[in-house]
C-alpha cells in the first residue's frame, strides 16, 4: 500500500485528498501498478460486498429483497465515491451500469471488476446464494474470460458498447436472509441527510454529464431530453450550465469524446455504428467531431490505440 500512496504523490499515512473522478481512477490505476494479480480487484469487490464495507452495500445487506438491496447501493452510492449507479428494468433483465462523475478517460479495468464484483456478492451473500448473475458484459477486448467466468460463474461477454451487470428480473424479489427491518428503517434517515447536503454542494455539470451519458444510447441527448430528465426548463439549465463557465454543448462533447475512445480502443464496431451510439445524426458529423477532439480520423486513432 505504501506504493500505491508514492504512486499518487502521497506519503504514507498521510490522509488522502477529497476523492474527486480523476484520483479515483489514479488509486486504481496505482493498485494495477504494483500487484502482478489479474483477479485483484475481484477479490476487493467480492470482500466489500460480501462484508459491507462501503456504507452503502452495509446498508444494502439489511435489504428486505434483492432489489432493494440494488435500489439502496444505487442511491447512496455516491456518498463516498464519484460515481452513480444506474439500475435500469428493461425486457426480463435487470441491468447495472456505472456512470463516473466528471470521468475524461475510461475506468480503470480494476475498478470495473471490483464494482460488479461487489455487488455478485452482494447478491449472493443477501439471498444465500439463491441469486447471481445471468451475464456480465464488458466494454474492453477480450481478457481473462476464463478467471472472469469462474469468479461470476456466468456467461460473459467482451467488445459491448458499456459495461453491464446483469440479472434476471425475477431475482428482485428473492428476499434477503440477512434483512434486518429495524436496522435499516434506522440507517436510512441519516443517509438521506447526507444525501441532501451531498446535494447542495454537487455541481450541475456533474448531473449534466450523468444524464447524457445515461442518454447516449437511447438516441441524440439533446438539452431538451436532458432538461427534462434533471427538472429544468432548457433555458434554465443552459443559464445554469453558463454560471459554472461552460454550456452544454461542451459537455455533449466531453462525454462524446470519452465514450469514442473507449469504443474505439475496446470494441470491434465500426466507426458508423459508433457515429449512431454517440447520438450523431449521420458518420461524417461524428468524423468531423472526432478530428476535432484528436487531430486525426477515427480509424487512424484506432490503429495507433491498437499499436500502443
Partial sequence: MDRVWALLGLEAGQPPPMVTTET?????????????????????????????????????????????????????????????????????????RFHWILATTEAPRLLV??????????????????AAPARVEFAR????????????ECPIAFGATVDRLIFHRSALATPFVTADVEAFSRVVPGLEAELVGRSRTRSLRDDVRVAIARNMSRGRPSVEVVARRLHLSPRTLQRRL??????YQQQLDQVRRTSARRLLA???????????????????????????????????????????
Fill in 24 to 96: 479515483f481512477f489514479a488509486f486504481w490505476r496505482a493498485v494495477e501498478e504494483v500487484t502482478d494479480r489479474r483477479d485483484i480487484g475481484l477479490v476487493i469487490g467480492a470482500e466489500s460486498g460480501r462484508h459491507g464495507y462501503s456504507i452503502a452495500t452495509a446498508t444494502a445487506l439489511y435489504a428486505a429483497t434483492l432489489g432493494e438491496a440494488l435500489e439502496t447501493v444505487a442511491r447512496y452510492k455516491r456518498i463516498a465515491c464519484p460515481e452513480d449507479v444506474d439500475v435500469e428494468i428493461a425486457r426480463g433483465e435487470v441491468s447495472i
Fill in 113 to 130: 471488476d471490483s464494482a460488479f464484483a461487489s455487488f455478485a456478492s452482494l447478491a449472493r451473500t443477501g439471498t444465500d446464494g439463491k
Fill in 141 to 152: 477486448r477480450r481478457a481473462d474470460a476464463a478467471l472472469l467466468r469462474t469468479h461470476f
Fill in 242 to 247: 453558463g454560471d459554472e463557465r461552460t454550456t
Fill in 266 to 308: 475496446n470494441t470491434e464496431l465500426d466507426t458508423v455504428d459508433i457515429a449512431f451510439l454517440l447520438g450523431f445524426e449521420e458518420p461524417n458529423s461524428f468524423a468531423r467531431a472526432f478530428r476535432s477532439w484528436e487531430r486525426t480520423t477515427p480509424v487512424r486513432w484506432r490503429e495507433r490505440a491498437s499499436r500502443a
